[in-house]
């Protein structure tokens, strides 16, 4: 049946009678994912709820002997129609197999390095045979074809070992189960290397493994411990016997020369004498050098003549290349079945379904046919086209009816995937298959496939085919214009997100679904959609309650810092402090005063510390700036004690004292800050020296007022020279003045040693603004001058300095 369009199928017409049969039901498959139940439905998309309580599976039992046998042949090719085939030889591995042997009984690792055609798979079923029975867990046969991810990888280890046919586990269970696996395995086709095959040794650390790549693999890591094993061609003894194995006779003269010839050239590559030997085969049927044939002689409506003219040997570069000649030796159906698998992209469809795609009721010996010319080789439980035989024959003309192969294995497909006998097993084995006849088919094709094998794909737990059908078909919907299919589409894929974890996606995925259900007035599919939409809201809204955000909160109020009850109080972030009582505050006093203040202030106070430890209490200002602001810190004197006094360890009778000698000393700061700048300004005014000699004064100019930086520039000019207490505000202001802290906490003067004299001329220009012409109208008081006296060699004769009177 064909759910989709609704049509019957002409085998599903008439029942075991004659009779017209009644619809099958629709393949509705429920499964175990995680944390939640999934049920595939074909028609109208996969629901997914929540485990209920009591009805969660156990831990799974891992399989005997007899189900493992029996899981390991479903992973081997198919058995071929006809004859069975015997197993070519192993010719010149004996050495390789033992020590891989070895090291697997040891419990090491193996990377199989060899070109293509080199034999690895022969190989490794040799070794299959004789690690039968050394590890717990048997021997596990997988493909790494196509998987770049161990996350699959996994997934089919965890199937093949434990019975759990319809549990799928999220990755933590996985991660448990799997790391109980004790087996040897033997993984094919590597395509991974680096940190993803580093993840997937880490998983299962109990597994010997013999990973067989070609040299542009990516290498393992440094970290893996892989020991490496290189598999490379044959000798020519050795190729020599591989071809009269292969035809059956002894080879002549002029065959071993070009034999040898080949092997030089093909670097003795087991394949290309497989191939070989099939070009010799074919050779004699065409000469027919059997003895029967030569005996017998042709009838009249025999197409061979009498007299038929000898085939030659292969050239070198025949030989070398033999696709194309092979190909065109072999039966008609055969030839259909090579354009077929080049449509697929180097994928050959299982032999069953070549009758119905080749037309030829005969066809499905074309399979055993190709594999025994060499052109085939087994890749897990499928066959494609081998190394550069894909390349061959397109160039030969069999890839120009690639799109034609495609769109006609698709529309079988459609039909197959969907048929009820048909199990999702047997869908999963032919994974490759349907998305190579994907990939190639058109938007309509494309769509129906698509629909049809999803819920094959989602059913036999093969998850990463699912997601790329889904992938596919949503893509090709949207250029059909299929709407009601993109919704189903992205429908799936929201529920394959969650079963897998991924929250954003599966939102994403379901909202489209919901918003294109909703335009096409699906109440039914809407309310399925904001079902699953709602498990993604409880996990979300589960994940921040498990693991909330990191969030910066200010210090409670009721648990203030731990300080030491004897440390003197932090300075007062308030302006206006209370005065200091006069008896010293008790120590209960300041931590009952400490829950009170805001947490700001009690974290972002930082109190002086001294850094300058001294025997006895400082007493002088100058010994408290330097223990409050120290330039460099210096050790303490005296003896080193025994343990280090910690800090705040002063007895609280000297606390307000300290408090006290503090405040006057940022007093005393102050003052002398504001003292070293008009002391500064000063300076900066006077002009160079000028020789030494009794200063005469002259008739005076009016000069404007010095402006003392930093100031207002109203200020009162310079007191008079007659001015009493003019020389000691000069002699304050000078640059070489120091002053130093009395015992009282006063400032005195001391005058410099060699006092320089200060010569009674102008200002520069540069450091007072030149001053405003005088209105000519005014009259301009003119000073009397007032001759000074000559000043003794130790004294300073001050300038004059004309008052201006209004």
Same mark, same amino acid.
């Given at each position: ?83 069975? @085939? ?250 259909? @079945? ?34 025994? =010319? ?27 009816? @690639? ?95 969650? =079963? ?307």
């Amino acid at each position: 049946m064909d759910r989709t369009q609704g049509q019957t199928h002409p085998e599903e017409l008439s029942g075991p009678a004659g009779n017209p049969a009644a619809p099958a039901p629709a393949r509705i498959v429920s499964l175990t994912a995680g944390d939640y139940t999934l049920t595939v439905n074909p028609v109208d998309g996969s629901e997914i709820e929540p485990i209920r309580p009591g009805t969660a599976a156990g831990r799974p039992a891992k399989r005997d002997a007899a189900a493992r046998g029996a899981r390991d042949a479903a992973a081997r090719p198919p058995v071929l129609p006809g004859a069975p @085939a015997s197993a070519p030889p192993l010719y010149a591995r004996e050495e390789e197999r033992e020590r891989l042997v070895r090291l697997l009984a040891r419990g090491r690792s193996v990377r199989l390095t060899g070109p293509a055609g080199s034999g690895r798979t022969a190989l490794l079923d040799a070794v299959a045979d004789r690690c039968a029975g050394l590890a717990p867990d048997g021997v596990v046969r997988l493909s790494g074809h196509g998987h770049q991810q161990p996350g699959e990888l996994l997934h089919a280890l965890y199937a093949t070992v434990y019975e759990a046919s319809d549990q799928r586990p999220d990755r933590i269970e996985l991660l448990s189960r799997v790391r109980d696996i004790g087996a040897v395995v033997l993984l094919d086709d590597l395509e991974m290397g680096g940190p993803a095959l580093d993840e997937l040794l880490r998983a299962t650390p109990e597994c010997a493994y013999l990973l067989a790549a070609t040299p542009e693999t990516r290498a393992p890591s440094d970290d893996s411990h892989l020991e490496e094993v290189f598999l490379g061609g044959l000798g020519k003894s050795d190729c020599l016997e591989l071809l009269e194995a292969g035809i059956g006779r002894p080879l002549t003269d002029l065959e071993t020369a070009w034999a040898g010839d080949l092997r030089f050239a093909s670097e003795g590559l087991p394949l290309r004498f497989v191939q070989a030997a099939a070009l010799l085969r074919q050779r004699d049927e065409l000469n027919h050098t059997d003895e029967d044939d030569d005996e017998e002689e042709p009838g009249v409506f025999e197409e061979r003549p009498r007299d038929a003219v000898e085939v030659p040997l292969p050239t070198l570069a025949e030989g070398a290349a033999p696709a194309e000649l092979l190909a065109s030796r072999v039966s008609e159906s055969a030839r259909a @079945a090579l354009r077929i698998a080049c449509g697929l992209g180097g994928e050959m469809p299982h032999h069953a379904h070549l009758p119905a795609l080749v037309g030829d009721t005969h066809a499905d010996s074309a399979v055993a046919e190709l594999l025994a =010319c060499g052109l085939l080789t087994a890749v897990g439980p499928r066959y494609r086209l081998a190394a550069g035989v894909a390349r061959q024959l397109e160039e030969a003309g069999y890839g120009d009816t @690639a799109a034609e192969g495609a769109r006609t294995a698709a529309r079988h497909y459609a039909w197959w995937t969907g048929h009820t006998s048909v199990t999702p097993e047997r869908v999963a084995a032919e994974a490759d298959a349907v998305l190579a006849a994907l990939a190639g088919a058109d938007v309509v094709a494309a769509v129906l496939l698509a629909r049809t094998a999803a819920p094959a794909f989602a059913a036999s737990l093969h998850w990463e085919a699912w997601e790329r059908v889904l992938r596919s078909g949503a893509e090709a919907a949207r250029k059909a214009g299929e709407v009601a299919e993109q919704a189903y589409f992205h429908h799936e894929l929201g529920v394959l997100a969650l =079963c897998e974890g991924r929250l954003d996606r599966a939102r994403a995925e379901l909202e489209t679904s919901i918003g294109l259900k909703g335009a096409l007035a699906d109440k039914r599919g809407t309310v399925a959609g904001r079902r699953a939409l709602a498990l993604v809201v409880d996990r979300e809204a589960a994940g921040v309650a498990a693991s909330p955000p990191l969030r910066l909160e200010a210090p409670s109020t009721t648990t203030p810092p731990a300080l030491p009850t004897a440390s003197p109080p932090a300075l007062p972030a308030a302006p206006a402090a209370p005065p200091a009582p006069a008896a010293p505050p008790a120590p209960e006093a300041v931590t009952e005063a400490l829950p009170a203040a805001a947490p700001e202030a009690v974290t972002r106070v930082t109190p002086i510390v001294p850094v300058i430890g001294r025997s006895e209490a400082p007493s002088t200002l100058s010994e408290v700036f330097e223990d409050a602001f120290p330039l460099s810190p210096k050790p303490a004197a005296g003896p080193k004690p025994a343990a280090p006094r910690p800090p705040y360890a002063e007895p609280p009778a000297d606390s307000a004292r300290r408090r006290r000698i503090l405040l006057a000393g940022a007093g005393a700061l102050t003052v002398v800050a504001l003292g070293t700048v008009v002391s500064l300004a000063v300076g900066s005014s006077d002009s160079p020296e000028p020789t030494r000699g009794p200063a005469v004064s002259s008739t005076p100019t009016r000069v404007a007022p010095p402006v003392v930086p930093g100031t207002s520039g109203n200020d009162p000019a310079a007191p008079a020279p007659s001015d009493p207490a003019a020389p000691s505000q000069s002699a304050a202001a000078e640059p070489g003045a120091t002053g130093s802290p009395g015992p009282t906490g006063s400032t005195r003067t001391t005058p410099s040693r060699k006092p320089a004299p200060t010569p009674p001329s102008t200002r520069p220009t540069s450091a007072t603004p030149s001053p405003t012409p005088p209105d000519p109208g005014t009259p301009t008081p003119t000073p009397t001058p007032t001759p000074s006296a000559t000043a003794a060699p130790t004294e300073t004769v001050a300038p004059q300095s004309p008052t201006a009177t209004t």
